[in-house]
């Protein structure tokens, strides 16, 4: 198989890309570990963000810019932020009139808009509190009209570079547990962030295992900000499932086990999590209380939320607190690039929650991950078709690659429980290198994690198929690199805290690269 443009990542950076390029003439593909919506994007509920204005409260382009740049803490670039901001508007418009998403409308039929976390204006247009879904669902149905092959079940296992120029990708078919290999002409890695490697802490859906970060690791791309995770505030005790800031923007207050309130709901992520945090490290317990909230606005906007903590615990959210605990959502960090989703190989792109052009700095302003999705997936779709159609021939296949592929397979046939080594790191990234951080834990994280990457090499009692083995693989090459950066940076700055470095230091006002170990 080969391809103008090939898109690993199904999410809402991949299928907007995937639509561009098609637009555009491409002949492009994508290629998912799963199923089309088997992706972080279709699980984000709350909303996405646009400087709309629509609630008349005074928001601007220039406000949204300042918010994301505040919320950044000196490490968002401008100018990515700049282009972000300016091109939401039109691209949530797009998805309302050209995608037909069911947002929720205004009587006037303007797009409705709420508050969410670090910004006073209502800001982030929402499908009642299942956005994620309708949009996904829209955008599939596009793909799908396009006539875009979506090849499922195919694990990215490496990218094919020969002299300093993309060939393709190799991939675990999953249906016959054998290598496969696609050229292409360009690249576009959309595969999602490593929030998914916090196993048994996390929102993220299980394939979430930051295979596109690993992947551009190895083949020589430098990371930057890999120690920048964000720990959303309301997860669901003792579950995976994430409670929107949709239901903080309609009323609804966080207390403790003695009913009373501690922290704005509306402040950032970083600052909210660390303050319920503090809660809990005092014996308490924190609750999301939603019973002063008119029902009629809980059985339609809140609607989802209700089903849902009904059928995991049980509780009347009309009538009882939600008890929750802070859970690993987002990745700040990812594979280096400029602004427009370029890296330092030619024809690779990144898009999306895997790369990192600077837009979110230190912490992510609630709300602007799907519009930063879309917008930055549609701008590098367009950029790899410029580059693709520039290219008058398909890059040779390096086939030293291709055998190095092979050899791992075959070490992996081994016996190796990767589930047990999977929520084993899960832990371990919790515990030494998670909400609050200090750097004697995070060494012992890393003496731990060359162990357990030697255990890849001896049998266990129970085995796993070779998917989840090669997950095992990436999830320790970036959690090495991650704790690597959250080691060095010796300061706290937004998602990233040290108790032994609890200040914000000016000398770290810069990105942190990474890159592999050889």
Not at 423 to 444: D, M, S, T
Request: with cysteine; aromatic share 6%.
């Amino acid at each position: 198989m080969q391809y103008d443009i090939l898109v690993i990542g199904s999410g809402i950076a991949g299928m907007m890309a995937a639509i561009e390029a098609k637009e555009l003439g491409s002949n492009v593909a994508i290629v998912t570990k799963k199923s089309p919506m088997a992706n972080n994007s279709f699980m984000a509920k709350g909303g996405i963000n646009a400087a709309l204005n629509n609630m008349k409260d005074g928001d601007s382009i220039e406000h949204h810019i300042e918010d994301t740049l505040k919320s950044g803490i000196g490490l968002a670039e401008e100018e990515a932020v700049r282009i972000f901001c300016e091109n939401a508007p039109q691209v949530i418009r797009n998805l309302h009139r050209k995608y037909k998403v069911p947002f929720t409308t205004l009587p006037d039929g303007r797009l409705a808009q709420r508050p969410f976390g670090g910004t006073k204006f209502k800001r982030t247009c929402f499908s009642a509190d299942a956005t994620g879904p309708a949009i996904m669902r829209a955008l599939n149905k596009t793909i799908k009209e396009l006539d875009i092959p979506s090849i499922t079940n195919h694990f990215a296992i490496n990218l094919l570079i020969n002299d300093g120029k993309v060939a393709g990708a190799t991939f675990l078919d999953e249906t016959n547990e054998e290598i496969k290999i696609i050229k292409a002409k360009a690249v576009i890695v959309a595969t999602g962030g490593y929030a998914g490697l916090y196993r048994g802490y996390t929102t993220n859906i299980t394939d979430a295992t930051g295979d596109g970060v690993a992947m551009g690791l190895r083949a020589g791309l430098e990371a930057m900000d890999l120690e920048f995770i964000q720990f959303h505030p309301t997860g669901l005790e003792g579950t995976n499932y994430l409670i929107s800031e949709a239901a903080r923007a309609e009323g609804g207050k966080l207390i403790n086990s003695d009913g009373k309130e501690f922290v704005d709901e509306l402040n950032t992520r970083d600052f909210v999590t660390r303050a319920i945090v503090k809660q809990l490290n005092k014996g308490k317990k924190v609750y999301l209380d939603l019973t002063m909230i008119d029902e009629e606005i809980i059985n339609t906007k809140l609607i989802n939320l209700k089903k849902r903590v009904k059928s995991l615990k049980g509780i009347d959210i009309s009538k009882e607190p939600i008890p929750l605990n802070p859970l690993a959502h987002y990745t700040m960090g990812g594979i280096k690039t400029d602004t427009f989703g370029f890296t330092s190989i030619e024809g690779v792109f990144y898009a999306g929650e895997a790369g990192n052009n600077g837009v979110n700095g230190a912490n992510r302003l609630g709300g602007n991950s799907l519009s930063e999705g879309a917008v930055f997936g549609k701008i590098t779709g367009y950029e790899a078709v410029k580059y693709s159609f520039r290219q008058k021939t398909f890059v040779d296949i390096p086939n030293d690659t291709i055998q190095k592929d092979k050899e791992l397979i075959n070490k992996l046939k081994r016996k190796i429980d990767a589930k047990r080594i999977k929520h084993e790191i899960g832990e371990l990234l919790f515990k030494k290198v998670g909400i609050l951080r200090n750097g004697y834990a995070i060494k012992k994280a890393l003496d731990k994690l060359k162990t357990i990457k030697n255990t890849l090499n001896e049998n266990d009692e129970k085995d796993s198929n070779l998917k989840e083995k090669l997950e095992c693989v990436n999830a320790i090459d970036i959690s090495k690199a991650l704790a690597k950066a959250a080691l060095y940076r010796e300061e706290s700055r937004g998602a990233h805290f040290r108790l032994d470095y609890p200040e914000q230091d000016y000398s770290f006002t810069h990105h942190t690269i990474t890159k592999i170990e050889e």
